[in-house]
Nanobody
Framework: QVQLVESEGGLVQPGGSLRLSCAASRSISSIVAMSWHRQAPGKQREAVAVITSGGGTTYADSVKGRFTISRDNAKNTVYLQMNNLKPEDTAVYYC?????????WGQGTQVTVSS
């Protein structure tokens, strides 16, 4: 079993920045991929950013150029740097870890973008 502990989100003004972190309870060096997803009220959960074992990254069109996913294998942690936040980025953000034979979700953290 792996626990994923996400950092606290928060309330941010439009145009502001926020960095989320997701710490895994075991090594992520051999992980297949880690990703961030979000779910806004009344909407389906969607993938926001993915980072693979080789370090390749992909992003949803809605966040390209504004969000950056990265990881620190020494700390077993994945980050999501969010810049130029917009009200439509308001959602619960979830970390997801895919290992070879298993996968896990974080508990989710609320990000609210509002003035």
């Amino acid at each position: 079993q792996v626990q994923l502990v996400e950092s606290e989100g928060g309330l941010v003004q439009p145009g502001g920045s926020l960095r989320l972190s997701c710490a895994a309870s075991r090594s992520i060096s051999s992980i297949v991929a880690m990703s961030w997803h979000r779910q806004a009220p009344g909407k389906q959960r969607e993938a926001v950013a993915v980072i693979t074992s080789g370090g390749g990254t992909t992003y949803a069109d809605s966040v390209k150029g504004r969000f950056t996913i990265s990881r620190d294998n020494a700390k077993n942690t994945v980050y999501l740097q969010m810049n130029n936040l917009k009200p439509e980025d308001t959602a619960v953000y979830y970390c997801f870890a895919r290992f070879t034979l298993e996968s896990y979700w974080g508990q989710g953290t609320q990000v609210t973008v509002s003035s």
